[in-house]
């Protein structure tokens, strides 16, 4: 979760959170979810070394907002981490934190196994306003009709591109997948079969950079049987070629092995890439990177919907916490989660406002002019869905992406080896 927060990013928050903390807490809460004595609670959180200032001032700014809730930030690591801990916790009954962060994949997993607190009540009781949220971020923090957490910081999946070059060259980002291969064509550079400038660069270390172009052509990743998949249908086999196409005329690359990443981030710095495909959470990575050009984010060309995934994280409540903690833990999560500190968020880094009333406030209005390239994701928030949850999935993604490796980078036939693929896929999803 490396990302960059400026100290004048921070300095506005402290002054924004001491004069929105006297708002954090509701004014009226029923008896049951009240806070009715002093409470010393605990939040477990994976925001590394840069954030400590950060978090510091807003616990800090929290505490002295009020005289009975005190809360003790630690930090426990990395997502993975953080899930081991919360799993040991909870199986051990003791040790559990009044507030925690997980990864968005785990919610399902933490809503099935009775691990999260519903929050749906105390929504309710508090008057918390969810439905300002983006209808898909709902979704993704709710299990099974619940709403088992929040979002907190969020992210998704954008194409990055040089706004100099576009301007150069008289060109938009389509906003069709079937307009992609004529766009190619006018931004990439390439002669004598070798490539110049790529028109793009699709990340192939992780399915969740490519798997939008797939689910928005109607291909079922996982069908509703949970036991099959469709990526071998005609939809699947079509889009796999159409990205193919690209790169056989040397329009694109998929970025695998060593250094995948860092390779396919240093060609767009260069110059030697008109766009990359990677995650809004970076905005600002980028924004510092590239010193010769000016960077744009645009929504991922769609087709027969537009939607788009999440990343980031949520926030939650471990259910075997007693009521009083829960209470607490509940007017400081609704805190965290709340309009003005998520723009501080999203103000000092690439993260995304998740509040779709930003844009009416002075805050939200100084955000987009300062950071335009956020726009596609303010116009799309009701757009981000909640991520593909499957027990097998880790497996599932690692053949589907190691088949179009070969594919894409050592030239194997696709419609020889595309329904392999599939029965492999099948047989991990039967399983």
């Not at 400590?52 to 930030?73: M, P, Y």
């Not at 933490?110 to 898909?136: H, R, V």
């Amino acid at each position: 979760m490396k990302k960059f927060f400026s100290k004048s990013g921070l300095l506005c928050a402290a002054g924004l959170l001491a004069g929105s903390l006297l708002s954090a807490a509701p004014k009226s809460v029923p008896a049951k979810y009240a806070v009715n004595a002093p409470i010393e609670i605990v939040w477990w959180h994976a925001l590394e070394n840069q954030y400590a200032d950060l978090v510091n001032e807003v616990v800090d700014n929290f505490n002295k907002s009020q005289d009975k809730i005190t809360v003790k930030a630690e930090y426990i690591g990395n997502y993975a981490a953080v899930n081991q801990a919360l799993v040991a916790a909870q199986a051990a009954g003791s040790g559990l934190p009044a507030v925690v962060v997980a990864n968005t994949p785990y919610v399902a997993q933490y809503g099935a196994s009775g691990l999260c607190e519903d929050l749906t009540p105390y929504i309710k009781a508090t008057g918390f306003d969810l439905n300002d949220f983006g209808e898909g971020m709902i979704k993704a923090s709710s299990y099974n009709k619940k709403q088992v957490s929040l979002p907190f910081l969020i992210s998704t999946q954008v194409m990055y591109y040089n706004k100099d070059m576009a301007k150069k060259k008289g060109v938009e980002i389509p906003s069709q997948f079937k307009d992609m291969d004529q766009f190619l064509s006018k931004v990439s550079e390439v002669s004598g079969g070798n490539t110049k400038v790529w028109g793009t660069i699709i990340p192939g270390w992780d399915q969740w950079y490519f798997e939008t172009f797939f689910l928005n052509n109607g291909v079922n990743i996982v069908n509703k049987n949970g036991t099959s998949t469709d990526l071998g249908g005609k939809a699947s086999v079509a889009t796999t070629k159409a990205i193919g196409d690209w790169i056989k005329k040397g329009y694109a690359y998929f970025a695998v092995g060593k250094d995948a990443s860092s390779q396919m981030r240093q060609n767009f710095i260069d110059g030697n890439a008109f766009s990359v495909i990677h995650t809004s959470s970076l905005y600002n990575t980028y924004v510092q990177k590239c010193k010769n050009f000016e960077v744009g984010m645009a929504w991922l060309p769609a087709a027969k919907t537009r939607k788009q995934e999440i990343g980031g994280c949520v926030l939650l409540i471990p259910s075997k916490n007693s009521q009083a903690v829960k209470n607490a833990a509940w007017q400081f999560l609704s805190y965290l989660c709340s309009k003005d500190i998520n723009m501080k968020w999203a103000e000092g880094t690439g993260y995304m406002p998740t509040r779709k009333s930003v844009l009416n406030t002075a805050e939200g209005k100084d955000f987009l002019q300062r950071k335009p390239a956020f726009k596609c994701i303010f116009d799309n928030l009701d757009n981000i869905y909640p991520r593909i949850q499957n027990k097998n999935w880790n497996q599932l993604a690692s053949i589907w992406m190691n088949y179009l490796s070969e594919f894409y980078n050592n030239n194997v036939n696709i419609d020889k080896n595309i329904k392999q693929m599939a029965m492999e896929i099948d047989e991990v999803l039967e399983d």
